[in-house]
């Protein structure tokens, strides 16, 4: 039995260590195109003959009206504000369902669980013309907005894992006199930081790599593009496809790189929250 469990183990490693290789490579072929020195968007051959920092000094000259580093601020600001905005109202929404009690309580759980089966972009006509409507079109924070507006429905993993929370601990500090608002900050937040530091991390990730409601709403206003927006438009075109292409994956390699630091900075929280909140819940 030992030695059929080891050997499971053994297949088991095999074959993810083979996935996790075949995961890697287009990461890896990304990062050396945006080292390549020679032009052309398709190449016949892997690793790059020539090799250059040019592609990455490109997108900070503004060259032909490309503005990398203002696609990156608009990017850094809508996802540092919509996640935020999202992170609260998620927690929020997440506590009071799980320690409140209240009349519709029951339907609006089945109603978020309704809601939350169809997808985000079904709905992306209708508001993007509210939008329109209400002159916020072309503007990031008609993104914000956008980002921001379901977060309250996506409360089921969070308040999975406030119910892990014994209730023992507010009767008691109620007891000693505390109130609702300082036993959740006091006591319930220090607790609830796995599946806080998890809900900001999707939260942030979500408008940082999203390109169709950035498309959609931002238009052709370039100044306002989002990272995801600009670099899709540099090689769009059949003009720019072959020359740009190296500068598209140099900030494809740049795009990623805060996002990975700041998932390798925070995995143990993010990876404790998602067992807390989905296998106890």
Not at 170 to 182: H, K, V
Not at 230 to 236: A, I, Q, R
Request: no cysteine; net charge positive; glycine share 8%.
């Amino acid at each position: 039995m030992q030695k059929q469990k080891k050997r499971s183990v053994a297949i088991a490693q095999i074959v993810i260590s083979i996935l996790a290789f075949f995961w890697v490579i287009p990461i890896i072929f990304v990062i050396l195109q945006s080292f390549r020195a020679e032009g052309g968007q398709f190449v016949s051959y892997f690793i790059p003959k020539q090799w250059t920092f040019d592609n990455y000094a490109y997108l900070f000259t503004n060259n032909d009206g490309w503005n990398y580093g203002q696609w990156f601020l608009n990017t850094l600001f809508v996802s540092i504000v919509a996640g935020s905005i999202s992170t609260f109202l998620t927690i929020g929404v997440a506590y009071a369902l799980s320690r409140l009690q209240f009349k519709l309580k029951g339907f609006y759980l089945r109603f978020a669980l309704v809601i939350g089966m169809f997808p985000g972009f079904l709905s992306m006509i209708s508001i993007y013309y509210i939008l329109k409507a209400l002159n916020l079109t072309n503007s990031l924070w008609a993104l914000i907005i956008m980002y921001s507006y379901g977060a309250a429905l996506a409360f089921y993993v969070q308040k999975g894992f406030f119910d892990t929370i014994p209730q023992s601990l507010d009767e008691r500090a109620q007891i000693d006199g505390a109130s609702r608002w300082q036993i959740f900050r006091k006591i319930t937040l220090p607790i609830a930081k796995p599946i806080i530091v998890y809900t900001a991390l999707g939260a942030f990730t979500g408008p940082w790599m999203d390109f169709i409601f950035a498309k959609v709403v931002l238009g052709n206003n370039q100044d306002k593009w989002t990272v995801a927006v600009g670099l899709f438009t540099m090689v769009s075109a059949k003009e720019n496809a072959n020359a740009l292409f190296m500068s598209f994956a140099a900030g494809s390699v740049m795009i990623a790189i805060p996002i990975t630091i700041l998932f390798i900075w925070l995995q143990r929280f993010f990876v404790e929250g998602v067992t807390a909140g989905s296998v106890k819940g």
